[in-house]
């Protein structure tokens, strides 16, 4: 089992930048394949960006190409979102994942994916 903690959450204007991070703990971190996914008020968990085992490959979506960027550093056990010019269409809460199951070189972009949860980081971008 494997405990995620994020931060780095907060209010930001348009056009700005911000970095979440996740912490892991529990089991071997480079055992998971790793993800972030928002939610925005009254509508669905979406996936924004992973990364594989390995960290030498990852996804994104369209929406947030050229401007999110996804790593993850095994020293410290953590995975990081750097989100660049931020648009009002990118608040919401910030969740990161793992998943247990994808083999090295996959990058699991489903929600169904993954098994393991944190519990949120909020943000917000005013136009």
């Known amino acids: 089992q494997v405990q995620l903690v994020e931060s780095g959450g907060a209010l930001v204007q348009a056009g700005g930048s911000l970095r979440l991070s996740c912490a892991a703990s529990?089991?071997?971190?480079?055992?998971?394949?790793m993800g972030w996914f928002r939610q925005a008020p009254g509508k669905e968990r979406n996936f924004v960006a992973a990364v594989d085992r390995s960290g030498g490959a990852t996804s994104s979506a369209e929406s947030v190409k050229g401007r999110f960027t996804i790593s993850r550093n095994a020293a410290k056990n953590t995975v990081y979102l750097q989100m660049n010019s931020l648009k009002s269409e990118d608040t919401g809460v910030y969740y990161c994942?793992?998943?247990?199951?994808?083999?090295?070189?996959?990058?699991?972009?489903?929600?169904?994916?993954?098994?393991?949860w944190g519990q949120g980081t909020q943000v917000t971008v005013s136009s």
């Open positions: 529990g089991r071997t971190f480079s055992s998971y394949a």
């Open positions: 994942a793992a998943d247990p199951s994808s083999a090295w070189g996959v990058v699991p972009t489903g929600w169904i994916n993954y098994k393991y």
